[in-house]
């Protein structure tokens, strides 16, 4: 997912020395209470995912009773606690979006009540580079219902020190349940082929061009995409980073409309203007279709340009998992969630992200469960070691040695433009396809 995160190693240190130094006081905790928390952008054009998501965290909670019942596999002694969730906003108003200095504080407000077991965050995965080592020195179970960059967990994928400079005791404390950005990318370039066969069919190359935001999310992904196409038969015209703060892309535009890509692919969010670059694609007269990843898949994308734009070209998003549109079709516990989720909210969750939220929240209460005490190593290592497919809303859920999901379901979806009712036209993304190696 997201990643607004381009400062360099050394300097994210500093942040992190003066982040741990603050406020070393102990508190004595509650015996108790359980508390959970969670770090996601609740300010900025992100809250309407990250709505969704808190929604299905506390469903996941108040299915739970707001309890829980623990009995210590050493002592036998079974104790029950109240959950207590707080959903802090790693994002400022100011600056839209998350902030270093946000998720920091956050971080630490976590690290130092002794009540609080799991953090489950972040959204954007350039915050959990700032938060992952502050909580993995506290040995406390981080659970992400976002994070997809595969450098956060996977050696030789990012940097020379990436991912053991977010692990400084050496413990692994961090999980996510949603598949990475080395599978999305491949199922991206895939899918491409798939769409352009009948052109390879006649003979005729299928050409892209790439562009990038400069974060290491969107260019991660963007260069796995142009590192992969050759291995599915696509020639790369090109490939350019834009600044993200730059309000109109339409020479970038008119420049690409001159090699007559059959595809543009944006290694972006949202956030980052995924929404701009297709306006600008279409404005200057290109109707070739544009493909990004799931920091794309969202409402507030479809939101951002006209019907008319959308009904002139197309815009794809890859997605890792099922759509809720999907998810309420298949039997079990993704559709009895989506019931859930509308009776309790009055309404079906609106973004897709709201699943993992949920599954995050059920996660986090298993790993309590089979920790069987109120002692965050005991709880990481019982994430880590003792969660086997376990029944989760969005399919099996176990985890690798590295925290990473072995759930590898992805989905295909469009823009769409749909009339309702009243006669308004509105834009919205609708599944096209499971997507699968």
């Known amino acids: 997912m997201p990643i607004r995160f ?233 490939h350019q980073s834009i600044d993200d703060k730059s309000q109109e892309f339409s020479s970038l535009m008119t420049t690409i409309k001159g090699l007559a890509p059959d595809l543009i692919y944006f290694g972006g969010t949202t956030q980052s203007k995924a929404g701009q670059l297709f306006k600008d694609m279409v404005k200057v007269g290109m109707v070739c279709p544009m493909m990004g990843p799931d920091g794309c898949f969202e409402q507030a994308m479809a939101d951002s340009a006209s019907a008319d734009t959308f009904e002139k070209a197309k815009f794809y998003a890859t997605f890792g998992g099922l759509p809720i549109d999907a998810l309420k079709k298949i039997p079990g516990r993704g559709a009895t969630f989506v019931r859930s989720y509308a009776d309790t909210y009055g309404k079906e969750p609106g973004e897709a992200y709201a699943a993992y939220g949920y599954e995050c929240g059920l996660v986090v209460l298993e790993a309590l469960k089979q920790a069987g005490k109120k002692d965050r190593d005991a709880i990481r290592i019982a994430a880590l070691t003792k969660i086997k497919n376990f029944p989760g809303a969005t399919g099996p859920v176990s985890f690798d040695e590295q925290g990473d999901t072995t759930n590898q379901t992805m989905s295909g979806n469009v823009v769409v433009v749909k009339t309702n009712e009243k006669g308004e036209r509105k834009a919205e993304f609708e599944f096209v396809k499971p997507l699968k190696k």
Not at 105 to 119: G, H, T
Not at 154 to 169: A, F, S, V
Not at 185 to 200: D, R
């Open 6 to 238: 381009s400062i360099p190693l050394a300097t994210l240190g500093l942040f992190l020395v003066i982040g741990l130094a603050a406020g070393r006081r102990e508190s004595i905790g509650d015996d108790k209470v359980i508390k959970i928390v969670s770090s996601l952008p609740r300010s900025g054009s992100a809250r309407g995912q990250t709505d969704t998501i808190v929604n299905g965290i506390k469903l996941a909670f108040q299915e739970a009773g707001g309890e829980i019942e623990l009995t210590d596999p050493d002592t036998k002694v079974t104790t029950r606690y109240k959950i207590e969730y707080a959903d802090l906003d790693d994002a400022t108003a100011a600056a839209g979006q998350w902030t270093i200095e946000q998720e920091i504080a956050n971080a630490n407000q976590a690290r130092m009540d002794p009540d609080v077991m799991a953090y489950i965050g972040t959204y954007n995965s350039g915050a959990a580079k700032v938060s992952m080592p502050i909580l993995n020195r506290a040995h406390m179970l981080m659970v992400s219902p976002a994070n997809t960059a595969e450098r956060l967990t996977k050696p030789m994928t990012g940097e020379r020190h990436e991912p053991d400079c977010y692990r400084p005791t050496k413990l692994v404390n961090y999980i996510r349940v949603v598949p990475t950005d080395d599978l999305q990318s491949e199922l991206s370039v895939k899918w491409i082929a798939e769409l352009f066969a009948e052109k390879k069919k006649k003979g005729r190359g299928v050409q892209i061009y790439i562009i990038d935001d400069s974060q290491t999310y969107g260019q991660g992904i963007a260069n796995n995409v142009e590192k992969l196409s050759k291995k599915y038969g696509i020639e790369v015209l090109g």
